[in-house]
């Protein structure tokens, strides 16, 4: 499994305290990306001395500290805060993805994954994080995109994120979480996903008393008028057919937060 001479190689540093899971993980990404193992959060700062690396890969079970607090001391560290953090682990409850994103993990991997799942992952974050697009700027707007589909939403933070602070999200079920630790100025909605549907999301939402009267765009692919007439009737303010036009996109969302387009 190769890839292309001229992509970039990132750094990667992946802390488990499992060998075997250090030894594998390094072996399924030693095509694409350098990865550097370390068994414990003593090993990973040593590396962190010597390494710049353009991600770190970070289990939460571990003997020594575990995954929170290791992110909650690399987030408080001017010299690694900026640096993405996945989660690679095999617990995946709504309560350690909400404690994750408190810490300020950029993903949550779940065991076992497909290789290229995780590669994609990893790129594209590394090149969030590059871009500046994982940095908030408080004086922008909060969106929260959902979408179970990651490259919509990749479409969705490139149209905006010179604008707004662009929150993704790709896992239904931990939206409601997310919204209790993240405030948001608006919601961009996908209407079919698994677990969660947009119209079961947006009753959710609209219970909620923070968000009972936040700006609720919904997409779909299948624009249909009575999809239309329950998607209004449950509390969306808008809706738009994919594909879409990035200034189209850009022109509502600046409409209903009334900002410049």
């Known amino acids: 499994m190769g890839r292309a001479v001229d992509k970039e190689r990132y750094k990667i ?5 499992v060998n075997t899971s250090l030894l594998t993980l390094k072996r399924r990404l030693s095509g694409y990306h350098e990865v550097y193992p370390a068994e414990s959060a003593d090993m990973l700062f040593k590396a962190l001395e010597k390494i710049k690396p353009d991600i770190i890969l970070l289990d939460i079970n571990m003997p020594d500290h575990d995954g929170y ?15 993405p953090v996945i989660f690679i682990t095999s617990q995946h409850d709504r309560d350690s993805v909400v404690r994750g994103l408190t810490f300020g993990a950029v993903d949550f991997i ?11 992952c990893i790129e594209r974050h590394v090149t969030d994080s590059r871009s500046g697009k994982n940095k908030e700027d408080n004086n922008k707007p909060h969106i929260l995109a959902i979408d179970d589909v990651v490259s919509e939403l990749k479409i969705i933070k490139t149209a905006l994120h010179s604008n707004y602070n662009v929150h993704t999200i790709s896992k239904p079920e931990t939206v409601m979480a997310f919204l209790k630790i993240r405030r948001a100025d608006l919601i961009i909605l996908d209407y079919l996903m698994p677990v969660y549907n947009g119209f079961e999301l ?15 765009i919904m997409l779909t692919s299948a624009g249909t008028v009575d999809q239309v007439k329950e998607a209004i009737a449950l509390g969306a303010c808008d809706f738009m057919v994919k594909p879409f ?12 937060l009334k900002t410049p387009v």
């Open 202 to 216: 947006i009753e959710m939402i609209r219970k909620t008393p923070d968000y009972k009267d936040i700006p609720i």
């Open 110 to 120: 779940v065991k076992p994954f497909e290789t290229m799942s995780l590669i994609e």
């Open 13 to 17: 540093i992946y802390v488990d305290d």
């Open 245 to 256: 036009k990035d200034s189209e996109l850009i022109e509502k969302v600046a409409k209903y």
């Open 69 to 83: 607090e290791i992110i909650e001391k690399l987030k408080k560290d001017e010299r690694y805060k900026y640096i």
